[in-house]
């Protein structure tokens, strides 16, 4: 059974400080999403990286993927109040299913 | 491009009523997957289907849930009879292969509270 691990659970940081959400995942993949989920909202895809060493960024945000390790990261730049959410990642394995890891739940402090 | 539509958008009722909840895909979109989201257990699966044939209902909870996709534009979530313990917002979502993609697309949710 394939499982996804996100840490940390919860992160609170101060605006203008980096940070990385790490997501582990225990099968061989080379597909990952990543989505975030504001409160009361859906999900929203941010990233989607398709193969080991991929780069994704979008503004303050930075998504890699080592498939090798089955690691891939969400690294926060310079943080600023608008990215307060929930971050998700999610994993499939050659078939239409995702599974989602447990969310990273953001909290930036002015 | 209206993206996923989910109806109701809130849904409260009483325990032992019968609720339905319903979903139109993204248009060409041959995946529609329906989610479960709860403080205490997350994001579940609880089926999807791919043209209009369920896939996987391993994640239906009990017999009490059901799900059907009579078309590609359509599916409906059913649970008959409700209770309390069924109260989480419900997503439906879509997603086509395109280039080995399988980015799913996120409906509103519908919230749902089983009094």
């Known amino acids: 059974e394939l499982k996804v691990e996100q840490n940390p659970l919860f992160l609170s940081m101060q605006e203008g400080k980096n940070y990385t959400i790490y997501c582990n995942y225990s099968t061989t993949s080379d597909r990952l999403y990543w989505y975030r989920q504001d409160p009361g909202k859906s999900l929203e895809s941010l990233f989607v990286?398709?193969?080991?060493?991929a780069v994704k960024q979008e503004g303050r945000l930075m998504a890699s993927l080592d498939t090798k390790a089955r690691l891939s990261t969400l690294h926060i730049t310079a943080a600023v109040h608008d990215l307060s959410a929930t971050y998700f990642c999610?994993?499939?394995?050659?078939?239409?299913?995702?599974?989602f890891g447990t969310g990273t739940r953001l909290t930036i402090i002015p | 491009d209206a993206g996923v539509i989910q109806s109701p958008r809130h849904e409260v009722t009483e325990m032992g009523q019968e609720v339905t909840l319903r979903c139109k895909p993204i248009s060409g979109h041959n995946s529609l997957f329906w989610y479960r989201q709860t403080m205490m257990r997350g994001l579940e699966l609880l089926i999807y289907f791919n043209n209009n044939v369920p896939i996987d209902d391993s994640g239906m909870p009990e017999d009490r849930f059901s799900a059907k996709m009579p078309n590609a534009s359509f599916s409906t979530l059913k649970i008959q009879p409700s209770e309390p313990r069924d109260s989480a917002v419900y997503f439906c979502a879509s997603s086509n292969l395109a280039g080995g993609i399988y980015e799913q697309f996120f409906g509103p949710g519908t919230r749902l509270t089983v009094l």
């Open positions: 990286l398709l193969s080991n060493g």
């Open positions: 999610a994993v499939d394995e050659g078939n239409e299913k995702l599974t």
